[in-house]
């Protein structure tokens, strides 16, 4: 992880703060949604974000809604308050649940007709809470440990009577948002909703075994994935590729052109399926890829250097918190 990150600041020439980070917002606002099973595609997130009039389930718009303000809220929040962590769980589900607020009755998760988990009393959530927020406080871990184990802590006290699921991929990219820019590029949530059955079943077996480390480890290895993603802008066909495209959306044939190629599958082998794999170009035709229309538009530019904001290092003698903080299963 800290040698990717260091890669990437080497790297330089990628600009974070604008389109790339407005792009990964969006991505994270949609996997987060789809995970719960929210419909709207890529595209009509994009709409509502901008403003645009959306057709689809009157929920999933106001799903999507009320997420784009926890996520623009939640950056100038207190994240170890717990009063901040109503008010943004407010606003993410705002006309959504009768009570706001911490849950008043119990929650248990079933297969089938069997519990499989029980959340912690009602009664106890407000004093799990606090605790989970001092720990984040005062931990020496590294941010992108504490991170998932906060996540899987949200997960599993189950503060609320619904989003928890939300408050906490929210929570874990908000923390390692303010420890680094750089993650601010990657949409952590896209890489769980690909993943999402594996993601469900490590929370199952570690909220059976009451040890978290099971996830910190997904968490983290789908954490850098999404880093050495981002540090393929250095390849020098890819970086080639984006060197050549424009700001708006072009056809193969064009950037070929712009790229003096002539070979079509030389071109898609070795320049557009790793861009397109990597997340620096999309298509503008997504769900039919061999469309006779179908046209590129890269998703990340290279102009400003990028420096992080901070180092990060992992202490010498640090061991996987094996007994980390957890939730007792009644």
Same mark, same amino acid.
């Given at each position: 992880?800290?040698?990717?990150?260091?890669?990437?600041?080497?790297?330089?020439?990628?600009?974070?703060?604008?389109?790339?980070?407005?792009?990964?917002?969006?991505?994270?606002?949609?996997?987060?949604?789809?995970?719960?099973?929210?419909?709207?595609?890529?595209?009509?997130?994009?709409?509502?974000?901008?403003?645009?009039?959306?057709?689809?389930?009157?929920?999933?718009?106001?799903?999507?809604?009320?997420?784009?303000?926890?996520?623009?809220?939640?950056?100038?929040?207190?994240?170890?308050?717990?009063? /901040?962590?109503?008010?943004?769980?407010?606003?993410?589900?705002?006309?959504?649940?009768?009570?706001?607020?911490?849950?008043?009755?119990?929650?248990?998760?079933?297969?089938?007709?069997?519990?499989?988990?029980?959340?912690? /009393?009602? /009664?106890?959530?407000?004093?799990?809470?606090?605790?989970?927020?001092?720990?984040?406080?005062?931990?020496?871990?590294?941010?992108?440990?504490?991170?998932?184990?906060?996540?899987?802590?949200?997960?599993?006290?189950?503060?609320?009577?619904?989003?928890?699921?939300?408050?906490?991929?929210?929570?874990?990219?908000?923390?390692?948002?303010?420890?680094?820019?750089?993650?601010?590029?990657?949409?952590?949530?896209?890489?769980?909703?690909?993943?999402?059955?594996?993601?469900?079943?490590?929370?199952?077996?570690?909220?059976?075994?009451?040890?978290?480390?099971?996830?910190?480890?997904?968490?983290?290895?789908?954490?850098?994935?999404?880093?050495?993603?981002?540090?393929?802008?250095?390849?020098?066909?890819?970086?080639?590729?984006?060197?050549?495209?424009?700001?708006?959306?072009?056809?193969?044939?064009?950037?070929?052109?712009?790229?003096?190629?002539?070979?079509?599958?030389?071109?898609?082998?070795?320049?557009?399926?790793?861009?397109?794999?990597?997340?620096?170009?999309?298509?503008?035709?997504?769900?039919?890829?061999?469309?006779?229309?179908?046209?590129?538009?890269?998703?990340?530019?290279?102009?400003?250097?990028?420096?992080?904001?901070?180092?990060?290092?992992?202490?010498? /003698?640090?061991?996987?918190?094996?007994?980390?903080?957890?939730?007792?299963?009644?």
């Amino acid at each position: 992880m800290v040698r990717v990150l260091s890669e990437i600041d080497d790297a330089g020439p990628i600009e974070g703060d604008t389109f790339l980070r407005k792009r990964s917002r969006i991505r994270s606002i949609n996997s987060s949604l789809a995970i719960e099973g929210n419909v709207l595609d890529l595209e009509k997130t994009r709409d509502v974000i901008n403003g645009k009039t959306v057709e689809g389930c009157f929920v999933d718009i106001l799903e999507t809604k009320n997420a784009i303000n926890a996520y623009r809220n939640v950056e100038t929040a207190d994240l170890c308050s717990i009063e /901040d962590f109503i008010r943004i769980h407010d606003d993410m589900t705002f006309g959504l649940i009768e009570e706001p607020g911490f849950r008043t009755m119990a929650v248990n998760v079933y297969e089938g007709s069997e519990i499989i988990y029980k959340a912690p /009393d009602a /009664d106890d959530v407000p004093g799990l809470m606090e605790e989970l927020f001092e720990w984040s406080r005062d931990t020496d871990l590294p941010p992108f440990i504490s991170a998932c184990i906060i996540h899987y802590q949200i997960e599993s006290i189950h503060p609320f009577e619904d989003g928890n699921g939300r408050m906490g991929r929210l929570w874990h990219t908000e923390i390692l948002n303010r420890y680094n820019r750089i993650f601010r590029m990657i949409p952590l949530e896209s890489r769980i909703h690909d993943c999402q059955d594996e993601y469900y079943s490590v929370l199952e077996t570690c909220q059976n075994k009451k040890d978290c480390t099971d996830f910190i480890e997904f968490s983290l290895r789908l954490t850098l994935e999404s880093l050495v993603n981002l540090s393929h802008i250095r390849d020098p066909d890819v970086s080639r590729l984006l060197k050549c495209m424009g700001d708006g959306a072009m056809t193969s044939s064009a950037i070929m052109k712009r790229m003096r190629l002539k070979d079509e599958q030389h071109f898609l082998s070795k320049y557009m399926r790793p861009a397109l794999e990597y997340g620096l170009v999309s298509m503008t035709e997504p769900e039919s890829p061999r469309s006779p229309t179908q046209k590129y538009r890269r998703t990340i530019r290279r102009t400003g250097p990028l420096r992080m904001s901070r180092p990060i290092q992992v202490p010498s /003698d640090f061991k996987w918190p094996r007994n980390a903080f957890h939730a007792e299963v009644p």
